[in-house]
């Protein structure tokens, strides 16, 4: 049976990147495997510390953060995964700080100073990334998003598996419009795109979930390129 471990790296448990997440564990489940999810704003962690005890000559080989804190019980669970699908809302053009500093800590232990193997990572650990944004698609292609969740998908490639992602834009960002001053928007718009979209790109989680649990293998046509199609 395949674990599988989801990372939500937003603050809300409830909303649009939890839900999506919890589709793509959802999609896991559906192949039998077993999940478990993990909200990092209800930890008290920090980022890499600088410490450096990771690539000690005694210590470099082990794939382990010598800082001790509550995300070290996570950190241990991720590696002995099969599978890690994160979750993060979009925060001024990239993850929240949360995702970035688990990021920090999960790939840094993980990557050797090593032109001859960059990774020290005892297992092949397989990543989704779901992404949910306030922007439209076509904002997220003009603002050159998808180099950024490349470089993503490519320090991720420290833990040996594939990786990739799915989105969801142009996001319901709260929950009555009437209580806030948001005047760019549309409400009505973001009520269709919410009864409309979300739903489609909650099934693109629950299908990548699937996918990665199954086999470990991404499809050969990113799920990006696939929705595009349709």
């Avoid at 589709?23 to 704003?41: F, I, W």
């Avoid at 993060?88 to 800590?105: A, C, K, N």
């Avoid at 989704?128 to 320090?155: D, Q």
């Amino acid at each position: 049976m395949k674990k599988v471990i989801g990372i939500n790296g937003g603050p809300r448990k409830n909303w649009n990147t939890a839900a999506m997440l919890r589709r793509a564990l959802d999609g896991a489940e559906s192949v039998g495997a077993e999940t478990e999810m993990v909200h990092l704003y209800d930890l008290d962690f920090k980022g890499c510390r600088s410490c450096f005890a990771c690539k000690r000559i005694t210590n470099y080989a082990d794939a382990k953060c010598a800082a001790r804190d509550e995300l070290s019980p996570v950190l241990d669970r991720v590696m002995s995964s099969d599978v890690v699908i994160m979750g993060s809302p979009i925060y001024l053009s990239d993850v929240t700080g949360e995702m970035r500093s688990f990021w920090e800590r999960l790939i840094f232990m993980n990557l050797a100073y090593d032109t001859a193997a960059m990774s020290v990572c005892p297992r092949r650990i397989s990543c989704g990334i779901v992404y949910t944004m306030n922007i439209s698609g076509e904002m997220l292609a003009a603002w050159g998003y998808s180099a950024l969740f490349e470089s993503h998908v490519r320090f991720l490639s420290v833990l040996g598996g594939p990786a990739e992602y799915v989105t969801s834009c142009d996001t319901y960002q709260f929950d009555d419009y009437s209580r806030y001053y948001a005047p760019m928007f549309d409400v009505e718009h973001k009520k269709r795109m919410r009864d409309s979209m979300f739903p489609i790109d909650c099934d693109r989680a629950y299908r990548m979930g699937a996918r990665l649990a199954e086999d470990g293998e991404s499809a050969d046509v990113p799920e990006e390129a696939q929705a595009e199609a349709l």
